[in-house]
């Protein structure tokens, strides 16, 4: 769509600099600054206008892209829309609420769209703070604290007239407004506010509106959030933009509420009682370019319904400002008007386990698998998130406390726990999950295993049923047999953390007389056919199987009923079971690799540090984007809060082609552990 640029000043560059990645076009350009204008008509190859009255009539672009200085804003869009062109403002929409409210009348009259800045409630960290709140994580809210420390614009800004004009309000605080409303709705009233002149009395230039302002905000949804925007105080101050939230049942932190760059550490959350985490991107994240939100304004006009949202937002956001300079003045409260600002809808979740009707569709429910019903499918029921964690307490021969590190993996956003009946600790991950601030059960993957113990009927549906009691779940999302082969059962392995070290030892590894492992005679296809029965009980949405061969993956494919949904092997650079891997991705079966960072030496390998070297990661992080470059899902474990968090951002980087061959090359066929 052809767009016409009023406006060529700073923010100008910014737009233009995603047009050409974007379905949009400049056909003008229009500032009162005629060499402006020209230049940067000059880089786009279209003309350029120091009257808009006289672009408007030459230039045939439907949407107009009102980048002129605040004040500005208001008189160019209601020109705009009254030459019937669509408009993108920057903001704020306009200064005055009712100036703001007939803009958005006006527009609809006409049937026009009209969108507002800012875009970034749509940039990465703020997105991934948004599925924070909608997964629910931080409870009801109760409080917040906004800051908008716009900072000195004598100091930072070429042309500060404009900001020293309309004052830190209408500049600064419109960020983490426009974030807020975004996520709860309308402002219902401004409690209190304040505002102060202060300024360095050196300065000769200074706002001629109030230069720091306070207020608390109560959104109609329940928050309450203290706001703060100032010119006085340094734009590098601690809190320059920062956004801290608390719930009931956690906190949150956004390190820079109008941010457009993906941050990895920009977002941390902190369960209640416990120490905040980052929660990082665990995929690679859009980057965010300013020219987006008007994209997205122009698709809606092509698509034949022309939004008004984002100005009916920036409406409401214009009304707060109002409302907060009032209730200043006034010494009380102050009401807002909607405006018509609604909350956005909660984002996708990250992981959609398949529903229980799809999978009733065979194998369930009188369907009688095997006798034509059709194979059950396996992976095309299941999404895996990139990395996942892993929940074993077994480390260089020893036990180790994993509940702690298992919470704050759950903090930082994994979505998958690999866990087992060996690992003795699922009565402690269903406490964790239990726990206030924990994420609902439809945003994880877990993944449980049967022990070689177990792998006689009774026995496999006692411990899957002990395992869901332990968790406090209903179903796995996937159910695995731990080793293909069996061993004799000795008792159940319930709290096996629980129990003396000697007693887990000869629960889990019998022996026989002479001091050998007790094998148990039941074959892969026997104990695959009885992990079916805990599928057709419905305690398991998919099934799986670990530590297998690719003759031994056929068995289960050729005898079972129901396809494995996932195998899980150990997997790293020296052992990449690329055959395994690939007949696994031909028939839609997923691969998890565990064990995927503790191959003795892998993380001294020079190769992986050189290439970590080159792009900022550290080994453990190149193999583990190494696994997902190959849609494999490692599952990495640590104790380390720091590993936690940079094993899971490691899902969200992308190697090149070469850099994946590097890795490869490590590749070590006499591998043994
Ligand atoms: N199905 C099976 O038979 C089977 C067998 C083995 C394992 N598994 C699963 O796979 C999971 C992982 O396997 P694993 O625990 O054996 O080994 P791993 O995850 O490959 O390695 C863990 C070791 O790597 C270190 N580490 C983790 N992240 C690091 C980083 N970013 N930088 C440097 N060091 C890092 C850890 O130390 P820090 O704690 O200090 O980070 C720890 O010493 C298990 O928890 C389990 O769920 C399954």
């Not at 400002?321 to 209730?327: D, L, R």
């Not at 992976?379 to 480390?395: E, N, Q």
């Not at 319930?494 to 007790?518: H, N, S, Y």
């Not at 992990?531 to 079972?560: F, H, M, P």
């Amino acid at each position: 769509m052809n767009c016409l640029f009023v406006g060529a000043g700073s923010i100008a560059p910014e737009y233009a600099a995603g047009l050409s990645e974007s379905s949009l076009s400049l056909a003008g350009v229009v500032d009162l600054d005629g060499d402006r204008a020209a230049a940067l008509a000059a880089d786009h190859g279209c003309p350029s206008f120091t009257d808009l009255e006289a672009a408007l009539a030459a230039v045939d672009a439907p949407l107009v892209v009102n980048l002129t200085s605040h004040a500005a804003h208001a008189p160019v869009t209601r020109a705009a829309l009254e030459a019937d062109r669509h408009v993108y403002s920057q903001k704020p929409l306009a200064l005055d609420a009712d100036e703001a409210r007939a803009l958005v009348a006006l527009a609809r009259d006409r049937g026009l769209a009209l969108g507002c800045a800012p875009g970034t409630p749509q940039a990465p960290s703020q997105r991934r703070a948004g599925r924070l709140l909608a997964d629910g994580r931080l409870g009801p809210v109760g409080v917040g604290y906004a800051h908008a420390h716009v900072g000195r614009v004598t100091d930072w800004h070429d042309r500060p007239d404009s900001f020293l004009e309309i004052g830190p309000l209408y500049d600064g605080a419109v960020y983490p407004l426009a974030l807020l409303v975004a996520w709860f709705g309308p402002v219902e009233r401004v409690r209190v506010a304040d505002v102060l002149d202060v300024w360095p009395e050196r300065e000769n230039r200074r706002p001629s509106t109030p230069s720091h302002v306070e207020a608390t905000v109560a959104f109609a949804a329940g928050p309450t959030v203290r706001l703060t925007a100032s010119f006085y105080a340094p734009h590098r101050s601690r809190e320059f933009y920062g956004l801290e939230l608390h719930g009931d049942d956690g906190s949150l932190y956004l390190a820079d509420a109008g941010a457009t760059a993906t941050d990895r550490d920009s977002v941390r959350f902190g369960r209640v009682g416990r120490e905040y985490v980052s929660a990082p991107p665990a995929s690679p994240e859009e980057p965010y370019a300013y020219v987006d939100a008007v994209e997205r304004l122009a698709a809606s006009v092509e698509s034949g319904s022309p939004s008004r949202a984002g100005g009916r937002r920036g409406a409401h956001v214009v009304a707060v400002c109002n409302a907060i300079e009032a209730a200043a003045e006034g010494g009380g409260p102050a009401p807002v008007d909607d405006c018509g600002a609604t909350a956005d809808s909660p984002p996708a979740p990250v992981v959609r386990p398949a529903a229980s009707d799809e999978r009733n569709t065979t194998g369930r429910d009188g369907a009688t698998p095997g006798e034509g019903a059709g194979r059950t499918p396996g992976a095309a029921a299941i999404r895996l998130p990139s990395v996942g964690f892993g929940c074993s307490r077994y480390r260089d021969g020893e036990y180790v406390e994993r509940d702690d590190s298992i919470a704050t993996a759950l903090d930082a956003g994994y979505r998958l726990l690999d866990s087992a009946e060996l690992y003795g600790n699922e009565h402690r991950i269903g406490e964790l999950l239990a726990a206030p601030g924990a994420p609902d059960r439809e945003r994880l993957f877990l993944l449980g295993k049967a022990w070689r113990t177990n792998h006689r009927r009774e026995h496999l549906l006692a411990a899957c049923a002990g395992s869901r009691e332990e968790l406090g779940i209903d179903a796995f999302d996937c159910y695995a047999l731990h080793w293909p082969s069996a061993l004799e059962h000795r008792g159940e392995l319930r709290r096996l953390a629980e129990k003396p070290v000697e007693r887990q030892e000869a629960l889990t590894f019998p022996e026989d007389a002479d001091g050998d492992l007790a094998t148990a005679d039941v074959s892969l296809a026997t104990a695959w056919a009885n992990l079916e029965a805990v599928y057709e009980k419905g305690w398991a949405r998919t099934l799986g199987v670990c530590n297998v061969s690719r003759a031994q993956l056929e068995t289960v494919l050729e005898t079972g009923d129901v396809d494995p949904a996932l195998v899980q092997v150990e997997r790293h650079p020296y052992r990449p079971r690329n055959d395994l891997v690939a007949s696994c991705h031909e028939r839609g079966i997923r691969v998890v690799a565990h064990s995927p960072l503790s191959a003795p030496g892998l993380l001294d390998e020079p190769a992986l540090n050189a290439i970590g070297a080159d792009r900022g990661l550290s080994p453990a992080e190149v193999v583990i984007a190494w696994n997902a470059a190959r849609g494999v899902v490692p599952i990495p474990s640590s104790t380390t809060e720091s590993h936690v968090v940079s094993n899971l951002a490691a899902g969200a980087v992308r190697l090149t082609a070469e850099e994946i061959a590097r890795v490869d090359a490590l590749r070590d066929p006499d591998f043994e552990r």
